[in-house]
Structure formats: structure tokens, C-alpha cells
T-cell receptor
Framework: GAVVSQHPSWVICKSGTSVKIECRSLDFQATTMFWYRQFPKQSLMLMATSNEGSKATYEQGVEKDKFLINHASLTLSTLTVTSAHPEDSSFYIC?????????FGPGTRLLVL | SQQGEEDPQALSIQEGENATMNCSYK?????LQWYRQNSGRGLVHLILIRSNEREKHSGRLRVTLDTSKKSSSLLITASRAADTASYFCATDGKAGTALIFGKGTTLSVSS
């Protein structure tokens, strides 16, 4: 299957700082990538759709000014959590698809102290 | 938003037994995919079944899809301790669009 990577795999930061998470498609080009969030013992919830060369589309309830998404190339999308707070602590996962199957990155665990 | 429910929410079995998980969804779909997630890890794609397919096999996995009932099932035969994980179904309404996930079934296989 196709490979999607994420970096970093985990991050601990102080409240008020910004954190950038990268999502890369390693062996295919992706004009669209998706960002999900998963809280403990819960399922994945779609946060936003990242579109190469244009603005991201955010799901209802997701603050676009807090979760900045940049999709500057066909293989890289970044999610920046600005002014992170403890309630932003979660598991963030991206996905992309070369065809029908969606492939997921290994996820980034964010802990905001 | 959540697409539907997985049933059961948790399942505990012995090695060698079969495990069946069910998934229901609400809207029309393009295809349905099953994923496995080990604790604290990313998602591993297991199998994709298209809306015009009724059954698909992959190794010890068997997936069925009933679009009239908006439901799917995942059968793992001859389970192993390594199958212990959470299993999610996910659907998309159109190719290339985001997936909507069910709540997941946590499977525990003891040796």
C-alpha cells in the first residue's frame, strides 16, 4: 500500500505555544489530504480537508484560526496548532489517497501542559 | 460527525475462535473500508469493499456489505493474540472524499 508519514510522532509543549505537525505522502502525490483528531477511547473525527494550492475546508466546530493548515506541495500538508491549550491534547492523524483506499499516517500525539 | 455504530463495542474471545464485528451507516456510500488500530498507533488498512460488492475476502478476513440494510460485517477467522486491537469501519460518499468513521469495536484475543 501507499505510505503516509507524519512528524513528529509525539510532542509535549507548554500552554500557549504553537505546534506544527507535518504529513507527507511518500510514494504518491496527493492534491487532497485529510486531518483527523482522536481523543482517548474514541473514534476519529474529521477536522479539515487540506487542498493543495487552495484554502483548507474545516468541519463545523473546528476553529480555522486555531488549526492552521498549509498544503504547499503535492506531498506535504502541515497542521499548526496555534496557542495550544491542554484541551487540544489529542492524537492527530492525517490521511491521503492515491486512488480509492485512504492511507493514514502513524499519528502525532500532542500533550499540552 | 459519526457515520454509524459498530457492534459490539467490545469483544473478548480466545485464540482460535472467530470474531465478528458489525457496522451500520446512515447515508449512501461509494465504498466502505475497515481499519485496525493498535493502542496508541495509526490506522492500518484492512480491506475495501465497494458499494456494488457484497462480499470480499483477504486472508483470514471476510467482509460483507448489505447496502439495503446499510450495514457491513467483518469476520476474523482463527483469531490470534496479535489481532487484539480496535477495529473501525469508515465510509465515503464519493471517491476521494473524507472518511466518516464508526465508533469502533475493541477486540481482545487471549491465549
Amino acid at each position: 500500500g501507499a505510505v503516509v508519514s507524519q512528524h513528529p510522532s509525539w510532542v509535549i509543549c507548554k500552554s500557549g505555544t504553537s505546534v506544527k505537525i507535518e504529513c507527507r505522502s511518500l510514494d504518491f502525490q496527493a492534491t487532497t489530504m485529510f486531518w483527523y483528531r482522536q481523543f482517548p477511547k474514541q473514534s476519529l473525527m474529521l477536522m479539515a480537508t487540506s487542498n493543495e494550492g487552495s484554502k483548507a475546508t474545516y468541519e463545523q466546530g473546528v476553529e480555522k484560526d486555531k488549526f492552521l493548515i498549509n498544503h504547499a506541495s503535492l506531498t506535504l500538508s502541515t497542521l499548526t496548532v496555534t496557542s495550544a491549550h491542554p484541551e487540544d491534547s489529542s492524537f492527530y492523524i492525517c490521511s491521503a489517497s492515491p486512488r480509492e483506499t485512504q492511507y493514514f499516517g502513524p499519528g502525532t500525539r500532542l500533550l499540552v501542559l | 460527525s459519526q457515520q454509524g455504530e459498530e457492534d459490539p463495542q467490545a469483544l473478548s474471545i480466545q485464540e482460535g475462535e472467530n470474531a465478528t464485528m458489525n457496522c451500520s451507516y446512515k447515508t449512501s456510500i461509494n465504498n466502505l473500508q475497515w481499519y485496525r488500530q493498535n493502542s496508541g498507533r495509526g490506522l492500518v488498512h484492512l480491506i475495501l469493499i465497494r458499494s456494488n460488492e457484497r462480499e470480499k475476502h483477504s486472508g483470514r478476513l471476510r467482509v460483507t456489505l448489505d447496502t439495503s440494510k446499510k450495514s457491513s460485517s467483518l469476520l476474523i477467522t482463527a483469531s490470534r493474540a496479535a489481532d487484539t486491537a480496535s477495529y473501525f469501519c469508515a465510509t465515503d460518499g464519493k471517491a476521494g472524499t473524507a472518511l466518516i468513521f464508526g465508533k469502533g469495536t475493541t477486540l481482545s484475543v487471549s491465549s
